[in-house]
């Protein structure tokens, strides 16, 4: 055939390649762990910066991935890739195994676990909470500290499990910074009496329209901004939570008062990606992330030829940026397996 | 005795009025300072008497400025001014000589045609007749257009017109009255005894036709006398308080009295002058660039008339002085905002309708202050002696390009002089004088006039025209003050700098502090003409549009100041130019974000056009001719 | 009290809840751009007052968010309106407003008021 | 707050704790201050659980305090740290029990500096060798002694013969933990529980039947900070940490306050009265102030001795009001009695009596 290629992940940059790949005639298989497609994107309520509905992406990329030529498997994690006389055995974790002539690792990253960030009291704390459970709690609706009541003030924390060596994470992950502006400003439209803090150490507003976000933030839905990591995060006798910081601005330590504090959780290496580069022998970075060949002009290419990277296995990136690389990514196969056949 | 109970309120309103303007006279004269006192004795008895009647007759009458800046609103405010004025004048003849006897009570005149309703069937008596006819007919087209203006302000080219409080609607509406109710009393009165010219004639024998006009005639001789006396009760708490005002503002400024930086009589006579009549709207670019309109100076005068808190409206202006230079009864109003910018807010108090006739002096009383001592920390500094002083100014300071280009000229003059401000310096105290403190502002005052007396220098020159005008208006200094402009014209004239012609299209805009501030308007246009091609913008001289960055106007925000420079910009250079010249610090900076042509301070393009090496020039001049300060930024 | 030698340090930390905000409060009804600071510095860094003396609005309007105020009390007096600080500030904030408001609300010793 | 939570912390910061066959090193300050401490836990361990507690007579102070107050080099303590590893090898252990919490921060990082810059060991060799002939090994165990009391804890409890019960009301006590930086904030391994949420003290409390109070400033310094306390003039600054550490558990209402650290106990338990003298406050209800008890004092007063054999009388802040409520007998004429009976003389200025 040598047309047959395997998308390792169903998140969006998977989605968008396998749907670029059987438009452009290859056979794919598509798999996907978990037993739904569409990865982190599903989880989330609203998309910065323009507050679209997570639900359009997921509609634009099952169309995209509802094409003859594509077969899913779901529930089906990869556990490793081998290569044989120029096309690759893909092992699954069901004990199956299936032929290639390229692989497409589209295995995205994981949330940071913010208890590791073991001095914010994540799941120590009742109403210390990550940002991908106000996502869940926004899509329901209902912005609630443990105990069912509304909260009234609401910080959130930039930067957890990124930009930290103690973490474990050099890296930036690009996207927090805006997320919670994003969140803070979901929040204030959700609770209209509520007063929310952003607790940052560099505004990272790099994307198109987010400064124009972070300045809407602070303008028209009032947020706080408060230059200065939190350092620990305690309860008072009221089960309120205390957090402490330095104002860096001020150049003074400071302590609030909080009722709901969320942490923005930073992006990883997936665990299912680290598996699968320890087994096939793919080359990681120093932030764990796969490593690509270059990082300028082969950004999917990895160090096994015919195996190719797509999307946030890389490095973080938003929708956007993911939904490009996967597309590069879907040029570079065909760019191979053109070769491949002369 | 020829008299009906009807006259009675007309007589009520008329010796009402006339009694309260000669109290309200006396109050405002008691209360002028004494030097304001003798100014006004002496003016009354010289030369300035005879000015005022003619400004009274062709300002207050005539309305000649409303007519000159637009036809159709002056017209609206002749024909009602200048038609009652005859025809109380005309009024009064006809019934000296056609009345029963000579000098008759007012309200004969004023209702000849009831007393005398067989009068004017013929000969000269029917001229007479079609004169006053003619004159009412003249007043009834200007209130008809007045009635439109109500309504529809573009009718007569105003894009705003002023909103009006109750007793303004009072009488406005019994003002409107007037004339029609003598129309229609004449015209039925002559309908029954068969007289009246061509207007209430006519229009008699129409009406007569088909109604009891015998009947009808009285109940509108009462509306007719009631509208007048409502009319001359309630002139003193409306805004046509401004028609007997005007006249003593005419006489006391034809007498040498001006506003100055204190509240007192002329400020409240300045105040209650006001017509409303909105042309300071249309001419403020608050107005035509931003939308505000509620703001303008004749809001201003009217909430300082009604003791209201006004201390937005203080604060929300450019300070640009379009509207002093606009306005047709000529009241110094940014003057005038200044003085209210040091007063707090104020909670306006009940009236009751006493204090309404009689109310208390304005005296705005000083009181926004940062309390002392403010400027503890001045800094400590020596100045050397030398013969030319310059003073860039703290918004220089932000336009390199001007410093550079003042340095380079000084040193091609080959004169002696000094930076003052070159590490930094002192404000020069204008923007606290425009925020409304003028207290702290003394103490820099202070500061800085000791710096520049302590040089001994004979010229001080200065970059910035807001500096330019607290120097000229606010500092007491021996020394030669001038702004950078009038020092490049010295320079040439006494040619001391010589100059290459650029060839290159220019237009000037004359930035606000320094024209209509400080009618500095013919300096820089000729130092552009020495050095370029001077272009008309339509804007000239006291013309001249706010670039918008004005340091006077606290209330509103960058984006609707951008607004202002961007219509600004784009209005002066309508015509292309290659470089929108201008001669101020703050005007450049503005300008510059928002247009693509070129802006450039007067000094820069001089500083281009200083000839390569001019061989008359001295020799230790051209070697310093090049010489870059060191810590340029 | 020195009975033994030392006195108590007053701690420098922040308590952002007992502190009374109620100044930049104001300040931020009557001026919104108040908000929209974003600690860059530049009004300070072009400052003619504090090109002499320690005065910095970047300082003065933070230490007012966060209910410091009495850092600020006497040192607000001492801005000269010049406008600098408004003409670099790349955010469009209008400081001289801004200062004039603070003086006022000190003044007037606001609280609670909005 | 959720214990669930509390426990998957702790159960990333299990240390091994050696069951026996200890080298014992002692605190300096414990000695003098709280002088029933070290003897009762020795006594314990040897004589109740029959463990193997060697001491060495010729180990000296570490120098922790004077390292810590900028007087003693490093290389000078790491020699001095040394020599007791050199003893201890001579006697023949591998385990290393600690009883103080400089101490243990002082041998955690000088073991931490050898692991990364094992230059530094040989030097410390040589320089031990050089001035006195020893060789040491490195400790194979390095544990606190309450890591120990910790590890017996359920062995003290089923002795138990009173609870940290209040006797009258039935109510669990409240306590508040407050472990000494140096035990785990430099090197959150060594502790047992870790350095957010250490589980040492913690686990003992809840072992014998007492409330744990997690308040906000748990985590805060007791404000000793040797450099800030050491010099008289600095010791505003520490005194102002212990405030903020008081007036944060006083809503909680704290029964009494175990700390595993020498100063810190001596410092929250003297400071009190500073506290008092000078700013006019007491932290505890009924206007007492807060008895401050090492955990071998209370593992003792759990295990049924007498609280004048515990040491308690030599505190600042004394401890009748908690004994009361712990419904232990106590004889107040005894307090100051020498153990045959000759009666000492009475300090003055006691707390809560």
């Excluded at chain 2, 036709?209 to 006396?229: E, K």
């Excluded at chain 3, 007053?10 to 908000?35: Q, T």
């Excluded at chain 4, 066959?21 to 006594?43: D, N």
Aim: positive net charge; aromatic residues 10%; charged residues 25%.
């Amino acid at each position: 055939m040598g047309r047959r290629v395997v998308v390792i992940g169903g998140g969006v940059a998977g989605m968008e390649a396998a749907g670029q790949l059987a438009r452009r005639g290859c056979n794919v298989t598509v798999f996907e762990k978990e037993t739904e497609t569409g990865g982190h994107v599903k989880n989330w309520f609203h998309l910065f910066p323009d507050r679209k509905d997570s639900r359009d992406v997921l509609r634009y990329l099952g169309n995209k991935i509802n094409h003859n030529n594509i077969t899913l498997f779901t529930g089906i994690a990869v556990e490793g890739i081998r290569p044989s006389n120029g096309s690759f055995s893909v092992f699954t974790g069901d004990g199956n195994e299936i032929t290639a002539d390229a692989v497409v690792v589209a295995t995205g990253f994981d949330l940071f676990r913010s208890e590791k960030k073991e001095e914010y009291g994540y799941g120590i704390y009742e109403n210390v909470i990550t940002s991908a459970d106000l996502e869940r709690m926004f899509r329901k609706d209902q912005i609630r500290m443990h105990d069912g009541s509304i909260p009234g003030k609401i910080g959130l924390v930039h930067c957890v499990g990124s930009r930290d060596e103690k973490a474990g994470n050099l890296y930036c992950s690009k996207l927090c910074c805006v997320t919670a502006v994003k969140q803070a400003m979901e929040i204030a439209e959700h609770l209209e009496d509520a007063k929310v803090f952003c607790f940052y150490m560099d505004m990272r507003m790099g994307g198109a329209m987010y400064e124009e976000l972070y300045r809407e933030a602070q303008e028209n839905y009032g947020i706080g901004f408060i230059r200065g990591k939190v350092s620990e995060v305690a309860q008072n006798i009221d089960n309120k939570l205390i957090v402490k910081v330095e104002d860096t601005l001020t150049g003074r330590p400071l302590k609030m008062e909080i009722d709901l504090l969320v942490l923005m959780a930073g992006m990883e290496m997936s665990e299912g990606g680290k598996k699968i580069a320890q087994s096939a022998g793919l080359d990681t970075g120093e932030n764990r992330f796969f490593k690509p060949a270059d990082l300028h002009f082969a950004s999917n290419e990895s160090n096994i030829k015919g195996v190719f990277y797509a999307g946030t296995c890389t490095m973080p990136m938003n929708i956007t940026e993911a939904i490009s690389h996967a597309r590069a990514a879907a040029a570079d196969v065909m760019d191979y397996l053109d070769k491949q056949k002369n | 005795m020829q008299f009906d109970p009807f006259v009675i309120p007309f007589n009520i309103g008329l010796y009402f009025i006339l009694i309260y303007a000669v109290v309200r006279s006396v109050r405002w004269f008691s209360n002028l300072s004494r030097p304001d006192k003798l100014r006004l004795q002496r003016g009354f008895f010289g030369s300035a008497f005879g000015r005022s009647l003619k400004e009274i007759f062709m300002e207050s009458l005539i309305h000649r400025k409303i007519l000159k800046a637009n036809f159709r609103l002056g017209y609206m405010h002749m024909s009602l001014a200048f038609g009652w004025f005859l025809l109380i004048l005309f009024g009064t003849i006809e019934a000296d000589i056609f009345g029963t006897r000579h000098l008759n009570p007012p309200y004969k005149a004023i209702f000849f045609k009831f007393f005398n309703p067989d009068h004017g069937r013929t000969g000269f008596e029917a001229v007479y007749s079609f004169l006053m006819d003619l004159i009412l007919a003249f007043i009834l087209s200007g209130l008809i257009l007045a009635v439109i203006k109500r309504f529809s302000s573009k009718v007569v080219g105003m894009k705003k017109t002023t909103k009006l409080k109750l007793p303004d609607k009072i009488a406005l509406t019994s003002l409107w009255l007037i004339f029609p109710s003598r129309l229609i009393a004449e015209s039925l009165t002559s309908g029954v005894y068969g007289t009246g010219s061509f207007l209430t004639g006519s229009l008699g024998s129409v009406l007569a036709s088909f109604l009891p006009a015998n009947q009808l005639a009285y109940p509108f001789w009462w509306l007719y006398s009631l509208s007048l006396g409502t009319f001359f009760l309630l002139l003193p708490v409306t805004r046509y308080m401004h028609i007997p005002t005007e006249l003593f503002l005419i006489f006391a400024r034809n007498s040498g009295i001006r506003t100055g930086d204190q509240s007192g009589a002329f400020t409240e006579i300045q105040t209650y002058s006001c017509s409303s009549c909105g042309i300071c709207i249309d001419a403020c670019q608050l107005n035509f660039s931003t939308g505000i309109t509620n703001i303008q100076s004749a809001y201003l005068m009217k909430g300082i008339r009604n003791n209201e808190d006004v201390n937005d409206i203080a604060f929300n202006c450019l300070m640009c002085g379009r509207c002093d230079r606009y306005c047709p009864v000529g009241i110094e109003l940014t003057p005038i905002r200044m003085i209210r910018r040091r007063a707090e807010s104020v909670e306006p108090p009940e009236k009751s309708l006493w204090s309404r006739y009689f109310p208390d002096l304005i005296k705005i009383v000083n009181t926004r202050s940062n309390g002392h001592p403010a400027f503890s920390w001045l800094p400590q500094i020596k100045t050397e002696a030398t013969e030319v002083l310059y003073y860039a100014g703290c918004m220089t300071h932000l336009t390199p390009a001007i410093k550079k280009a003042m340095i380079r000229i000084l040193d091609a003059s080959g004169m002696n002089y000094r930076f003052l401000d070159e590490a930094g310096g002192v404000c020069c105290g204008r923007p606290l004088m425009l925020a409304g403190k003028d207290k702290e502002a003394r103490e820099l005052i202070n500061f800085n006039s000791g710096l520049i007396r302590d040089s001994g220098a004979r010229i001080l020159v200065t970059s910035c025209p807001i500096c330019y005008k607290v120097f000229r208006e606010s500092y007491y200094l021996e020394v030669e003050l001038m702004h950078h402009t009038q020092f490049i014209k010295m320079l040439i004239d006494e040619d001391m700098l010589r100059l290459r012609f650029l060839r290159k299209k220019v237009v000037y805009h004359a930035p606000c502090d320094l024209g209509r501030g400080s009618g500095i308007y013919d300096e820089p246009k000729d130092v552009l003409r020495h050095v370029a091609r001077l272009q008309p913008t339509g804007f000239d001289d006291d013309d001249s549009l706010c670039c918008g960055g004005s340091l006077g106007n606290t209330r509103i925000s960058y984006r609707q100041k951008n607004k202002i420079a961007a219509d600004a910009a784009s209005a002066l250079t309508k015509g292309n130019p290659e470089i929108l010249a201008t001669a101020c610090p703050l005007c450049k900076k503005t300008f510059t974000t928002v247009t693509d042509t070129r802006v450039a301070d007067i000094a820069e393009i001089v500083a281009e056009a200083i000839a390569p090496n001019p061989p008359e020039l001295k020799k230790h001049v051209v070697k310093e001719l090049y010489r870059e300060p060191a810590d340029m930024i | 009290m020195d009975k033994f030698g030392f006195t108590l340090v007053k701690g420098r930390r922040i308590d952002y809840d007992s502190n009374d905000r109620s100044i930049a409060e104001y300040v931020s009804a009557h001026e919104p751009s108040f908000r929209i600071c974003i600690e860059c510095g530049c009004c300070s860094a072009a400052c003619t007052t504090g090109n002499f003396t320690q005065f910095s609005l970047r300082e003065i309007q933070i230490l007012l968010k966060r209910g410091e105020n009495d850092g600020v009390r006497d040192k607000i007096k001492k801005c000269m309106l010049c406008g600098k600080c408004t003409l670099v500030c790349p955010r469009g904030v209008n400081t001289r407003n801004v200062i004039l408001l603070i003086q006022e609300a000190f003044r007037k010793n606001i609280k609670n008021a909005v | 707050m959720i214990e669930e939570g509390k426990k998957r912390v702790w159960s990333d910061y299990q240390k091994e704790i050696p069951d026996d066959h200890y080298f014992y090193v002692r605190s300096c300050i414990r000695q003098s201050f709280f002088p029933g401490s070290e003897q009762f836990f020795l006594r314990f361990m040897r004589d109740i659980l029959g463990k193997d507690f060697f001491e060495n007579p010729s180990h000296t102070t570490c120098t922790g305090i004077g390292y810590h107050a900028d007087v003693v080099p490093f290389q000078t303590i790491q020699t001095v740290v040394a020599r007791h590893f050199a003893l201890m090898k001579e006697s023949g252990y591998k385990n290393i029990a600690i009883s103080c919490v400089t101490s243990f921060g002082i041998y955690t990082e000088i073991i931490e500096t050898w692991k990364h810059f094992p230059q530094e060991l040989e030097k410390v060799r040589e320089f031990l060798y050089k001035a006195t002939g020893r060789e040491f090994d490195v400790p194979e165990n390095m544990a606190h002694t309450s890591d120990i009391i910790y590890k017996f804890r359920d062995e003290i409890a089923a002795k138990a013969k009173n609870l940290l019960i209040n006797k009258k009301t039935g109510e669990p006590l409240n306590i508040v933990e407050h472990i000494g930086c140096h035990y785990a904030k430099m090197f959150p391994k060594y502790g047992v529980g870790g350095a957010e949420f250490p589980r040492v003290l913690s686990g003992m409390i809840e072992a014998w039947g007492g409330k744990v109070i997690d308040y906000p400033e748990r985590r805060h310094c007791c404000g000793f900070g040797f450099r800030q306390y050491l010099v008289q003039a600095n010791r505003g600054y520490s005194l102002s940490n212990t405030i903020k550490k008081f007036s944060s558990m006083q809503p909680y209402k704290p029964d009494m306050v175990l700390t595993n650290c020498p100063g810190c106990t001596m410092l929250m338990d003297k400071w009190q009265y500073t506290m008092k003298e000078m700013e006019n406050v007491v932290y505890g209800e009924n206007g007492e102030s807060i008895p401050v008890l090492t955990y071998e004092e209370l593992a003792g007063l759990v295990l049924g001795y007498n609280p004048w054999d515990l040491g308690l009388q030599y505190h600042m802040v004394q401890s009748e009001p908690l004994l009361r409520k712990l419904g232990i007998e106590y004889d107040p004429d005894d307090k100051y009695k020498t153990s045959d009976g000759r009666q000492m003389p009475i300090p003055e200025n006691m707390i809560n009596v």
